[in-house]
C-alpha cells in the first residue's frame, strides 16, 4: 500500500469512499442526506486542506484529511473503502452513551 497527496481531481472518488464507508455502518438514508455535505469533498476542500490517500495497485482504497488552525491539526476525514477493511463485525457493544451500541470488530493476523 502507498499513502500519497489527494489532488482535487481525486474528488468524486474520495466522497465515493466516503459515503460508501459511512453507508456500511448501516446509517439510514436519512442520516446519509443530512450528512451530504460533510462527507463531501470538493476540489476545492482538497486544494485547501492537507489530504493523503491510500492507494493499493494505484486505486485510492483510503484517506484521511485534516484541518488546521494555527498550530492545532485536526482529523477531518478517515475512511476506508468497505471492500478494503481488515476487520469483520463479530458483534456489537454498548456505547459509553445510554442506548448507543458500537460495532465489535474482529481481525484475524495471519
Given at each position: 500500500?502507498?499513502?500519497?497527496?489527494?489532488?482535487s481531481?481525486?474528488?468524486?472518488?474520495?466522497?465515493?469512499?466516503?459515503?460508501?464507508?459511512?453507508r456500511?455502518?448501516?446509517y439510514?438514508?436519512e442520516?446519509?442526506?443530512?450528512?451530504?455535505?460533510?462527507?463531501?469533498?470538493s476540489?476545492?476542500?482538497?486544494?485547501?486542506?492537507?489530504?493523503?490517500?491510500?492507494?493499493r495497485?494505484?486505486?485510492?482504497i483510503?484517506?484521511?484529511?485534516?484541518?488546521r488552525?494555527?498550530?492545532?491539526?485536526?482529523?477531518?476525514?478517515?475512511?476506508?473503502?468497505?471492500?478494503?477493511m481488515?476487520?469483520?463485525?463479530?458483534?456489537?457493544v454498548?456505547?459509553?452513551?445510554?442506548?448507543?451500541?458500537?460495532?465489535?470488530?474482529?481481525?484475524?493476523i495471519?
Open positions: 500500500m502507498d499513502i500519497q497527496a489527494g489532488h481531481t481525486d474528488a468524486q472518488r474520495l466522497t465515493a469512499i466516503a459515503h460508501a464507508a459511512k456500511h455502518w448501516g439510514s438514508e442520516l446519509m442526506a443530512l450528512w451530504e455535505d460533510e462527507l463531501t469533498l476540489p476545492q476542500f482538497i486544494a485547501s486542506h492537507p489530504v493523503f490517500c491510500a492507494a495497485d494505484g486505486e485510492i483510503g484517506l484521511y484529511a485534516l484541518s488552525q494555527g498550530e492545532t491539526c485536526e482529523l477531518e476525514h478517515l475512511w476506508v473503502d468497505p471492500q478494503h481488515g476487520a469483520s463485525r463479530a458483534g456489537h454498548p456505547s459509553r452513551i445510554a442506548g448507543r451500541l458500537l460495532p465489535l470488530m474482529r481481525l484475524v495471519e
